[in-house]
Nanobody, 125 residues
């Protein structure tokens, strides 16, 4: 079992930045690939970014590429999502998730076994 707790969400103006954190506890954090997903009102949950267990490979949705950066600190059992140049369309609840299978299907919701409760990000225009 892995417990995930997100933090760092909030209200920011367009063009601003936020850094989300996801703290993990339970099983060995470094065994898991980690992902960030988001869900806007009335829309399906969608992939944002993912990182392999070592941090050696990262993946991004086209909509955030060049603006968002995913990273992890295995010593702190934490994964981060640095979000720059935020747009109103980035408004959503952001979730982190843990994938025990190495991140091969990093874009699939079904690949992730554990999920956090989510943190709200609101970008005003």
């Amino acid at each position: 079992q892995v417990q995930l707790v997100e933090s760092g969400g909030g209200l920011v103006q367009a063009g601003g930045s936020l850094r989300l954190s996801c703290a993990a506890s339970g099983r060995t954090f470094s065994n898991y690939a980690m992902g960030w997903f988001r869900q806007a009102p009335g829309k399906e949950r969608e992939f944002v970014a993912a990182i392999t267990w070592s941090g050696g490979n990262t993946y991004y949705a086209d909509s955030v590429k060049g603006r968002f950066t995913i990273s992890r600190d295995n010593a702190k059992n934490t994964v981060y999502l640095q979000m720059n140049s935020l747009k109103p369309e980035d408004t959503a609840v952001y979730y982190c998730a843990a994938d025990p299978a190495g991140g091969f299907y990093y874009y699939r919701i079904s690949a992730y076994d554990y999920w956090g409760q989510g943190t709200q990000v609101t970008v005003s225009s």
